[in-house]
């Protein structure tokens, strides 16, 4: 058999059993965690071994969507040996368990390539910090729970066509690897000096730093690491950007050391748009496009003349040349030298690095490592971790539609998925599940009844637009809350006018209401004032909880639930009453789990600007209903699901409890005439 070095070309279909699946939510987690294998299989396989993958969007075909797999074998390992390898993983691995992999005769599709008007690369965020001369290449910080749908919803509102490509070349690369290893360790050598000459005095740019290239040195010189090209290529000039945006927004998660990455764009007639669109012929990377901020005498200079401890006395008012703040793009019209190697016979080497003065930068590797200039940090940019880019790289996982299996499934699935499920069901079935600690929140698609403890997670966000069972499902705590003692105590705030609750309220005179602002910080008030009774009473029994304080001193305290709906208009009140509210909430939520006061907060949207993240933070479960956004269901729960469901039937929701796995369940409906029968 002759090695064929042309590129193999799959089409992507999802199989069969992902559409009827019964357990959407564990498939999904399944399909992801065999994604997230997969990369780490092909970090394994082969020097310059690239693996393409790309959705093509073209409203003009059908499907509009198609997603391919592209992969260009190795040039110097010609072997029978190691194609077969290759293609076993991809048909026969687990991957296959999920989606059909289908050969193409040819690749057309990413040959004819006329109709792109502009590239838009991903980079990871490159920062040049003035005066210090420090140079940050953060890393991405994957998002594991990132399935592309969102990115699939943006390009369905598209008009024009579109190919979403991600690129990945294994990184073999001894001599580069030598000098970037290096630097590091001189980077961080020099670090420490300028650390030392500060005398105790914090610096936050130097910690961050610091930090940095700690972790590069930890994880990359022992790693498989890729070179990664991230980009899409569009028709219409305007419609690059939001794609990347959607992806950046859902792929990776900004920390101290993975801050936002930058997007690049370049148009048609721009240097460097078609030596990056030959790549993507070629199923290759490309370095054509690149922010680089580099100004060529400083990037030259060694990190030890760059990176100067502070100076005291006169030599403090000595003069250094500041790397530029601003991007700039220098494209080079013949390739560079490294070392007498001519950058175009290995691709794996950037544009941007160039030799030392005397050509000799690889030579001196052989025997002392000559000063590390800054230049060599730069090939870092391009590189990452099996870790890092796993949240780009995935094959895009089919939306949970409980109505396609519910009609498929039906002697698969629990009945409460098909019939009516009530509040009455759930006394004759689980009675025994409603108790002082606990109340039934569902049942899940695998049939099993879903139990919230407010021993255990003393707090929950409840979300869901309108219509789609969020106040129904509040409802049902109130009553299971009351079933198991009527006597207790439960506030709700309801700035709608309390008309979701006023019956409620007329028929129980445990439950209080109040809809205004004003009166909501007066309430937290009162309620901090009783935590701050009951702990002080816990402190002189000497006891730690509620059931000690009842046990060993017969003292009952009742647990009590605040009720916040529609939080949004906390943010609508004056300024004194916001902050009144706002600190109560904090304070109650971090901590009264032990005096037994618990809060649900509930929004249509509890997105970031509406609920406090301090506040978000000591939130332990959630129940997430229909909602709009892609982006808040992955903020909430891990993943997009949320945004996924059904408009009908109401009352499904993703349950994040205490396993900490999101769940789809069906949850009960309350009648309103309920509360005209007798709790007891």
């Given amino acids: 058999m002759t090695y064929q070095s042309d590129p193999i070309c799959f089409e992507i279909y999802p199989q069969r059993t992902i559409q009827d699946n019964s ?42 969507l198609k997603t391919y797999l592209l992969i260009a074998r190795p040039h110097n390992t010609h072997t029978e040996e190691h194609s077969e390898q290759i293609l076993s993983l ?36 490159e920062e040049l910090i003035a005066p210090q001369n420090y140079y940050l ?3 991405f910080e994957a998002n594991q729970t990132n399935d592309m749908s969102a990115v699939c919803e943006v390009l369905h509102r598209l008009d024009s066509k579109l190919i979403l490509e991600i690129t990945l070349q294994t990184y073999h690369n001894p001599n580069q690897k030598s000098l ?16 030392a000459s500060t005398s105790g005095i914090k610096d936050n740019i130097l910690s961050v730093t610091s930090a940095l290239y700690q972790k590069y040195q930890q994880s990359y010189p022992n790693s498989d690491l890729f070179q990664y090209s991230i980009k ?36 048609k007639d721009k240097p460097g748009f078609s030596e990056s669109l030959q790549a993507t012929k070629n199923v290759d990377i490309s370095s054509a496009i690149e922010w680089e901020g580099w100004h060529k005498n400083n990037s030259e200079m060694s990190i030890s003349q760059a990176i100067q401890p502070q100076k005291k006395g006169l030599a403090k008012f000595g003069h250094s040349v500041p790397f530029p703040d601003k991007p700039s793009f220098n494209h080079q019209s013949q390739p560079p030298m490294i070392g007498g190697i001519n950058s175009e016979q290995n691709p794996n080497l950037p544009q941007l690095y160039n030799a030392v003065s005397d050509g000799s930068g690889l030579a001196k590797l052989s025997s002392t490592p000559s000063p590390s200039r800054m230049v060599d940090l730069k090939p870092l940019h391009r590189l990452a971790t099996v870790q890092e880019i796993s949240g780009f790289f995935r094959i895009a996982v089919p939306k949970v539609d409980t109505n396609t299996f519910l009609e498929g499934n039906a002697n698969q699935i629990p009945q409460e998925f098909i019939e009516v499920f009530t509040i009455e069901k759930v006394l004759r079935k689980y009675r025994e599940k409603i108790t002082e600690d606990t109340y039934v929140v569902g049942i899940a698609e695998d049939g099993k009844v879903c139990i919230s403890d407010f021993s255990k997670i003393p707090h929950r966000i409840i979300a869901g637009e309108t219509g789609s069972g969020k106040t129904n499902f509040v409802t049902s705590v109130i009553y299971q809350f009351l079933y198991a003692n009527p006597s207790r105590q439960i506030y709700i705030v309801d700035f709608q006018a309390g008309l979701h609750y006023q019956f409620i309220v007329d028929q129980q005179p445990t439950v209080q209401m109040v809809t205004q602002n004003q009166d909501c910080a007066k309430l937290l008030q009162e309620l901090w004032n009783e935590h701050e009774k009951r702990r002080q009473e816990m402190l002189t029994n000497r006891v730690r909880n509620l059931n000690d304080l009842k046990e060993k001193h017969g003292i009952i305290k009742d647990r009590i639930l605040l009720i916040i709906d529609e939080a949004f208009y906390i943010k609508m009140a004056e300024r004194d009453v916001k902050k009144t509210i706002e600190t109560h909430l904090n304070n109650l939520a971090a901590q009264s ?28 479960e959630k129940v997430i209903f229909r909602i709009n956004s892609s982006t808040d269901s992955n903020r909430l729960l891990g993943e997009a699901t949320a945004a996924s469901l059904p408009v009908e ?27 005209e029968n007798s709790l007891i």
């Avoid at 599709?109 to 965020?125: A, C, E, R």
């Avoid at 993703?654 to 769940?663: R, V």
């Fill in 180 to 195: 970037w290893v290096n630097a590091i360790n001189q980077m961080l050598a020099q670090l420490e000096k300028v650390n």
């Fill in 23 to 64: 357990r959407p939510t564990e498939l999904r987690k399944n399909l992801l965690q065999t994604q997230q294998q997969l990369i780490s299989s092909i970090s394994r396989l082969g020097t310059n071994l690239t693996i393409s993958l790309r959705y093509i969007y073209d409203p003009n075909q059908s499907p509009k």
């Fill in 232 to 267: 899409a290529l569009a028709e219409n000039r305007a419609d690059a950007f939001p794609v990347l945006d959607t992806l950046i927004n859902h792929a990776i998660k900004e920390t101290a050391h993975g801050k936002r990455c930058r997007i690049i764009q370049i148009s």
């Fill in 90 to 125: 991809l048909t026969k691995g687990k991957l296959s368990q999920f989606f059909t992999l289908t050969p193409q005769p040819n690749l057309t599709p990413f040959q004819n390539l006329d109709w792109v008007q502009v590239i838009g690369k991903i980079l990871k965020h």
């Fill in 593 to 620: 789990r032990v005096t037994g006061i618990h809060i649900i907060y509930c929004s249509q949207t509890p997105t970031s600007d509406i609920i406090d993240s301090q506040t978000s933070n000591n939130m332990g």
């Fill in 137 to 139: 290449p953060h890393l």
């Fill in 649 to 675: 039937p109401k009352g499904r929701a993703i349950y994040k409890g205490l396993d900490g796995q999101p769940k789809l369940v069906v949850t009960p409906y309350v009648p309103d005439d309920i509360w």
